[in-house]
Each structure stands twice: as C-alpha cells, then as structure tokens.
C-alpha cells in the first residue's frame, strides 16, 4: 500500500474533524456548493467522483476476463458472494440493526436513509483496493484480476436492478431515473474513458503505463478526501446532536465484511480451490467499491441524507477492517492447506 491508502483510516478521521469544523464556520460557502447542480448531479461532486474513479478503472484489464475459466470454482464464489449474498445480507442487517434494533437511539427521519446507504455501499463490489489486499495475501494475480473485470461488467448492468429492488422491499422509494442517472455518470462513462486511456497509455510501453498509475495513485485518495470533507460540512449538525450515529451504523458493516469473507473462504476450501485464490475472493467479497456508493447516494439522496453519511462509514472501517481479514487468512493458510478434498489442479 502507498502512504495514502496505509493510513487512510486517519486521513478520513482528519476530514471528519475539518469538515464538521468548516461547516460550522463557513456555512454559506458549503450551502452554495450544494446549489451547484445540473439534473439533480452536484457539478463539483461529480468531478471529484471521476478523479477518484477513473484512475482506478485505468487499472482493469478487460481482456483478462477469459481468465475465469482457469477457476471456475473460485469465480462460482465470488459471484455468489458478491451478489447473491452480499446485497441481500446488507439489507436484512440493515433492516434488523438500523431498522429496529438501533432505531430508538438513531434520528426516526433518517432510518429510511441509512438503510438506503448500507444498500447502495453492499451493492458495488470492490475494485481497486482488492489489488493491494490479494497482494498481501500473496494471491493469485491473474484470478484477481479476472474476477475484478467480471464484477465490474456485470455492476453496468445489475448494480441499479439490485439496487431499486432492494430499495422497493425495503419500502424506500428511489427515482429510476435519478438512479440510472447515477449509473451512467460513475460506471459506464468512466469505465469507457477509462478503458480507451489504458489503451492509449499502453501502446506508450508498459513502462509509461505503470509511471503515469504511480503518478495518478494519490489523486484518487485525494479526491475522495475533498469529497469528505464536504460531505461531513453537510453532515456537521448530525453528528454533534448524534455522535453515536457513526458507531451504530459501523456495526452491521462490520458484521457484514466479516460474514462475507468468511463465507467466501469457507467455499473455496470446500470446493477445493487453492489458498491463492481462496483469499483474494474472500476479500473481494468482503470490500466495497465505496466511491460509487458515497457518489450514489449523494445523487439519489443529497449531500445531508443518513444513506450519504452510511456509505461514508464504510470508508471509515474498510482499511482498519481488511487488513484484519487480510491477517486472518494469512495465519490460516496452514489450517486451509489440510482440507482432504482439496484439489492440486485448477478448473
């Protein structure tokens, strides 16, 4: 990991401090930001999401998606995980935890509103980080890969479907066009600029490649952080009348993220997939693509909503969080190594 991403976790501590105090003190350079808007998208939020997105798009080999095959297993419980157990998982937690559990302790306006962002968090799957904990975890880099390109294509087409399903049975009503909306602007265009500057860049060498993602690495934190610090401006009066809001919606997240993993590992030991890919789609099940879902839930619900604030939770936990999975498969790999079905060929 970079400077950036080892110690993310304090970085968005520190926007959280700067953003309540600037909103505080600076309320009507914020309000004006906020005005910034052209159907329903706020104009500085949209190009601090492309920053941070982009970049990491950049990353993504697409043609590495005939990949798959050489683990199918592997890939069968990643796709399980992700998104036949993971959405849904988040919204029966999220129901139980903020709906009823919490609620008493939690503003009753905004129930609804953190439900929606725990949602929309578990609905994108991870993209970039999963490259630094698959490394950590000394994981098969071709599977990483493969199974990160297969997640994004299919997050075009069913991360709104899932989205506005689980939103409607959680009797949330969502604006289809507004979501769609989302969806274009933070997947489709930014994985088509992407996928057309990779190209560009690699027929400069691979050397120039690598030297211009060394060069864009930080950009994308720091966009995410500038992007905090507005949002937590906005969210500045929540938090000081509700300071246990951040600990109470971190906790269906973190149950989450430790079932997902756990889950995806316990399958592919069973399926009899090796550690090295045992663990990167452990972890991939585990993570979140939190920049679509922070740029989601500003767009469907504003910057001063409960589900912006949750998804931004999930910024808070996710390095701390990972990076004790990521010591736990690591200390296991002997345990894993003992199932007596597993298999020493890959599919």
């Known amino acids: 990991m970079n400077f950036f991403e080892r110690y993310l976790t304090l970085w968005v501590f520190m926007c959280i401090v700067a953003g309540i105090a600037l909103g505080q003190f600076f309320p009507n350079f914020f309000q004006l930001i906020g005005a910034m808007e052209f159907a329903r998208v706020n104009l500085p939020v949209g190009l601090l999401i492309w920053v941070m997105i ?59 509103s953190y439900i929606a962002g725990l949602i929309l968090l578990a609905a994108a799957p991870c993209t970039a980080m999963v490259f630094v904990w698959s490394r950590l975890t000394n994981g098969d880099p071709l599977f990483t890969l493969s199974q990160v390109a297969l997640n994004d294509t299919i997050m075009v087409f069913a991360f709104a479907p899932i989205v506005a399903l689980l939103l409607g049975i959680s009797s949330i009503v969502v604006p289809w066009d507004t979501l769609l909306t989302s969806v274009v602007l933070y997947i489709v265009i930014p994985v088509i600029l992407a ?20 060069r864009l690495g930080p950009w994308s934190i720091i966009a995410l952080l500038a992007m905090l610090v507005l949002l937590f401006a906005f969210q500045g009066e929540a938090i000081i009348g509700q300071p246990l809001v951040i600990a109470l919606l971190a906790v269906p997240i973190l149950i989450q993220v430790l079932f997902n993993s756990a889950l995806a590992y316990w399958l592919n030991r069973r399926l009899g997939e090796s ?42 936990i996710e390095v701390p969080v990972m990076l004790l999975v990521v010591r736990v498969v690591n200390q296991t790999k002997d345990w894993y190594e003992q199932a007596p079905s597993r298999a020493t060929e890959p599919m």
């Not at 890939?75 to 008493?104: D, E, Q, R, Y």
């Not at 045992?278 to 922070?294: K, M, Q, R, T, Y």
């Not at 469907?300 to 409960?306: I, M, V």
């Open 54 to 112: 982009i970049p990491m798009l950049v990353k993504i080999d697409f043609g590495a998606l005939h990949e798959v095959r050489r683990h199918v297993r592997g890939i069968g419980v990643t796709l399980f995980v992700n998104w036949l157990v993971k959405p849904f998982s988040m919204a029966l937690l999220g129901w139980l935890f903020i709906g009823h559990w919490f609620a008493p302790m939690l503003p009753s306006e905004q129930l609804d």
């Open 195 to 214: 996928q057309v500057w990779r190209k560009r860049l690699l027929l400069q060498g691979q050397a120039a490649f690598d030297a211009t993602m060394q």
């Open 275 to 316: 550690h090295q890919v045992a663990c990167p789609s452990a972890l991939i099940g585990a993570s979140n693509f939190f920049e679509l879902a922070v740029a989601a839930a500003i767009s469907l619900f504003g910057f001063q909503s409960g589900a912006a604030l949750a998804t931004v939770v999930g910024v808070l």
